[in-house]
């Protein structure tokens, strides 16, 4: 990475975090419609993999992966009023947390179907082949999720068209509560199908970069998919009604001394090209604004409940 983008993988990492904190004020207050799934510990994988990206690729992230979002320019009102269910957010309060996506913007939509996103991204990246498009799709699927019918279906369709998609196999610990090592058999990489599989130390920020970079450029040069797992821990549990109980307080002891934030800050400072100190008061004071002003948001008028459900038949 050269400086310039190493530094904005710091600020999207750092945003990531501090987006997720106002998140938990807002739920902690009563105010968003559900919960927050938070990326605590996990935002180098998202962000530093769509940092990879070129702007014409697409991408289709899951709950955890905010940091992929405000990578790709949503901004952190967008998610506020998401949250909020107000009618200016994107998905005019009809859905919650980030299930929303922008065709022009690269951004599918996630899906609660743990690993549908995955034959639906084969299908994006199988468009590109035949529109001959230099083009790269992208998803994410965790520990839990790569046991899915459609994990494979999806993936073993990609290696047999050989086609452009990176799946990216967040081994992050816990399927909600359930360790890997009671759901699957061996490590998420063997859960390949046949795709070149790359390991990487998921709170490596730099690792992860590189190892998606390579990734992209073997899909643009037509080698097919890539499998690339990225090994990190969730920091917090499922969501924030689920108080982590399950998990050992000497495990998260451990993994905290590898939490990818700081880490990557040392990495920086090591090179001299050490982010404004003020960047975080600086985020800290926009997201207060924003949060602020999105809870002054209007609601979705009652009236409009069924537009956007039903297909006029005339």
Known sequence: MDRETALRLHEAMLLTRLTEERLVILFRQGLTLG????????????????????????????IRNLGSMLVRGVTPMEIFLQYLGRATGPSGGREHNNHFGAVARGLIAPTSMLGALIPVMAGVALSFRQKEERRVAMTWIGDGGSSTGAFYE????????????????????YAFSTPPDQQMAGRLSLRSQGAFTLTVDGNDAPAVYQ???????????GKGPVFLVCETFRMKGHAEHDDQRYVDPALLATWATRDPLPRFEAWLNQRGWAPPPDLGAHLEQELSLAAEQAQQAPWPDPATLAEGVFTPLS
């Open 35 to 62: 919960s927050v799934y938070r990326s605590l510990g996990q935002e180098a994988t998202a962000c530093a993999t769509a940092m990879a990206l070129g702007p014409e690729d697409v991408m289709a992230p899951l």
């Open 154 to 173: 999806g993936l073993n369709f990609a290696v047999v068209q050989k086609l452009p998609l990176i799946v990216v196999g967040e081994a992050n610990g």
């Open 211 to 221: 190892a998606a970079a390579q990734a992209r450029q073997r899909c643009l040069e």
